[in-house]
C-alpha cells in the first residue's frame, strides 16, 4: 500500500461519493456544492496521473466558473424555503445498497485484475504545460485559432442578443 494508492483511493471515493449525493440531495445548493466537490476530486485524480496541466484547469473551469454559474442560476431563480419529504426511503435504501454492490463488485474487479506494467516516467525536466503549447502552437495553429474566432463569435452574438432584450424593456 503506496501512498499514491491511499490518494488515489480517497480521491475516487470523494469523486464518486460527491456524484451520488448530487443526484440523491433535493436542494440545489447541496447539490452543487457536491457537484463542486466531484470537480476537485476529479482534478486531484488528474494531478495523481501527472497531468498537471488539465488538473489546474479543471480547478479554473469547473471548479471555480461552472459552480459560480450554477450559485448565481440559483440565487437569481425563485425557491420555496421548504424542503419537502420525498417519502421513498425504501427507494435510497436500494441505491444505497445498489451502489455498494457495484463499488464492491468493481473494487474485486480491479484488485484480482493482472495490469500490465506501467511506462517508464518522463523525463524529470519536462513540463506538462511547456508540452502542451508546443503541440498547441506547432500542429494545432488553425484549430486553435478557428476555436478562438468562435468563442469571439460567441461572444458578440451573446452581447447583440442581451442588448436588444434590454432595449425592450
Do not use: C
Not at 443526484?23 to 485524480?45: D, E, P, Q
Not at 441505491?95 to 517508464?120: H, Y
Not at 518522463?122 to 476555436?147: C, M
Amino acid at each position: 500500500m503506496t501512498g499514491e494508492f491511499v490518494a488515489f483511493f480517497i480521491l475516487s471515493l470523494l469523486t464518486i461519493g460527491g456524484a451520488v449525493f448530487m443526484i440523491s440531495f433535493t436542494r440545489v445548493v447541496h447539490m452543487v456544492i457536491s457537484l463542486g466537490i466531484t470537480f476537485i476530486s476529479i482534478a486531484g485524480l488528474f494531478v495523481l496521473v501527472g497531468a498537471e496541466f488539465v488538473g489546474v484547469a479543471q480547478v479554473l473551469v469547473y471548479s471555480g466558473a461552472i459552480s459560480i454559474l450554477m450559485l448565481f442560476g440559483i440565487m437569481l431563480t425563485k425557491h420555496d424555503a421548504y424542503d419537502e419529504g420525498t417519502g421513498r426511503k425504501w427507494k435510497n435504501r436500494f441505491i444505497l445498497l445498489f451502489v455498494a454492490l457495484v463499488f464492491a463488485l468493481l473494487f474485486w474487479g480491479i484488485q484480482n485484475t493482472a495490469w500490465p506494467a506501467s511506462p517508464p516516467p518522463a523525463a524529470s525536466g519536462v513540463s506538462n504545460a511547456k508540452e502542451i503549447g508546443l503541440v498547441v502552437f506547432t500542429e494545432y495553429v488553425i484549430p486553435f485559432e478557428l476555436v478562438s474566432v468562435l468563442l469571439l463569435v460567441a461572444l458578440i452574438g451573446a452581447i447583440i442578443m442581451a442588448k436588444k432584450e434590454g432595449d425592450n424593456e
